[in-house]
């Protein structure tokens, strides 16, 4: 029988990303009732990056000069209309003083979305993925 108990205590950024309780995420099965909030969520790492920006009262222009990411890119990327290369979330953590990991997580949610889109199959990828990972996540708290 699989250790529910560790399963419900593992980080997932797919569950934090919709507001999913862990216990759930393990314990259900999928929801279609969901799908359209899914299907029309916005970009949660657009949607981020453009609260960094207005916290700190800077404009698009402003966020262009400091990243060398040019201002009708910074836009699309902030309205979920691209993801950002890798190198350009390296410049943007860097920027904006957060966590180069955390922006790497939300793009992935992204990029996992925008491709498989919101769906039975794709929860069920997620869910496979999440139970391979369990062995690694307890060797690293084992450090």
């Known amino acids: 029988m699989p250790d529910l108990v560790h399963r419900e205590t593992v980080d997932n950024p797919f569950a934090k990303y919709f507001g999913i309780p862990i216990s759930l995420l393990f314990l259900s099965k999928f929801d279609k ?73 939300k793009h992935t949610a992204e990029k996992i979305l925008k491709e498989y889109g919101a769906n039975e199959t794709t929860y069920e990828a997620i869910q496979l993925v999440n139970e391979q990972l369990i062995p690694y996540s307890k060797k690293s708290k084992e450090k």
Do not use: C, W
């Open 33 to 105: 009732s969901l799908l359209p909030q899914m299907n029309n969520h916005k970009s949660e790492l657009g949607q981020y990056l453009r609260e960094l920006r207005k916290e700190r009262e800077e404009t698009l222009h402003q966020v262009s000069k400091g990243t060398d990411i040019d201002s009708p890119m910074l836009s699309k990327i902030e309205r979920g209309e691209r993801l950002p290369t890798a190198e350009q979330l390296k410049r943007l953590a860097k920027f904006y003083k957060v966590s180069e990991a955390s922006l790497k997580v």
